[in-house]
């Protein structure tokens, strides 16, 4: 099945700062890779997705990108805000019909310090 | 109400316990499912309820048992747990599971602890 590797797990970064959050995944056949975000105490919340068609996509502050040669995508935020603190999550859909499902990654904890 | 609702927010139950999660959702979905979120591992599907299928994750314990009567309302029926079992149990929904832009719709999750 579908492995997908999230790394770091942790990430802190001063306000104003980038921040990049990298994921691998095994499934040469995965065409969708969405990005969650949970802040505490909250639920998972969807926040940006690339399909296998495109390599980069981007919204306002945040933009992931695809490498489908290299099995990885990123997410990428930039000029960083308190807010953006958060734990987020990488995923890739994997099988087909009745097996189709997302595999998650592990999360990655983001502390945005002021 | 709109969006995806659990109930209860938070349950602590001793190992002989029966006791349900409640999750409804309010986005004319047509899928529903079960995920289970345990600290530093991934979020680990359980149960999908995709109109009239039931697709479940074989490694899931018999001990964990899901009932969904209509698409909007899935249950999570739970029978004597082990204390591994604490994690925080998430309900989601997407508008139909065979599409690859299947975004999930996350409920604010059940806090089990198992005593």
């Known amino acids: 099945g579908e492995n997908?590797?999230?790394?770091?797990?942790?990430?802190?970064?001063?306000?104003?700062?980038?921040?990049?959050i990298k994921c691998t995944y095994s499934d040469s056949a995965?065409?969708?890779?969405?990005?969650?975000?949970?802040?505490?105490?909250?639920?998972p919340q969807l926040i940006i997705d690339i399909r296998s068609n495109v390599g980069e996509k981007k919204d306002q502050r945040i933009a992931v990108t695809l490498n489908k040669t290299a099995k990885h995508f990123s997410l990428h935020i930039t000029e960083t805000q308190p807010?953006?603190?958060?734990?987020?999550?990488?995923?890739a859909t994997s099988g087909g019909g009745s097996n189709y499902k997302l595999t998650f990654g592990k999360g990655t904890l983001?502390?945005?310090?002021p | 109400e709109t969006g995806v609702t659990q109930t209860p927010r938070h349950l602590v139950m001793g190992m002989t316990n029966k006791k349900s999660l409640k999750c409804e959702q309010h986005l004319g979905h047509n899928a529903m499912y079960w995920y289970k979120q345990s600290a530093k591992?991934?979020?680990?599907?359980?149960?999908?309820y995709?109109?009239?299928?039931?697709?479940?994750?074989?490694?899931v314990p018999s001990?964990?048992?899901?009932?969904?009567?209509?698409?909007?309302?899935?249950?999570?029926?739970?029978?004597t747990l082990q204390p591994e079992d604490s994690a925080l149990y998430l309900c989601a929904s997407s508008q139909t599971r065979w599409r690859d832009t299947g975004e999930?719709?996350?409920?604010?999750?059940?806090r089990l602890t198992v005593l």
């Open chain 1, 4 to 20: 997908v590797e999230q790394h770091p797990s942790t990430l802190s970064v001063q306000e104003g700062d980038s921040a990049v």
């Open chain 1, 30 to 43: 995965s065409n969708y890779f969405p990005w969650y975000k949970q802040e505490l105490g909250k639920r």
């Open chain 1, 83 to 91: 807010e953006d603190s958060a734990v987020y999550f990488c995923a």
């Open chain 1, 110 to 113: 983001l502390t945005v310090n």
């Open chain 2, 41 to 48: 591992k991934p979020l680990e599907l359980m149960f999908v």
């Open chain 2, 50 to 59: 995709s109109l009239e299928e039931r697709v479940e994750n074989n490694s």
């Open chain 2, 63 to 79: 001990r964990f048992s899901p009932e969904c009567p209509n698409s909007s309302h899935l249950f999570l029926h739970l029978h």
């Open chain 2, 104 to 110: 999930l719709f996350f409920g604010e999750g059940s």
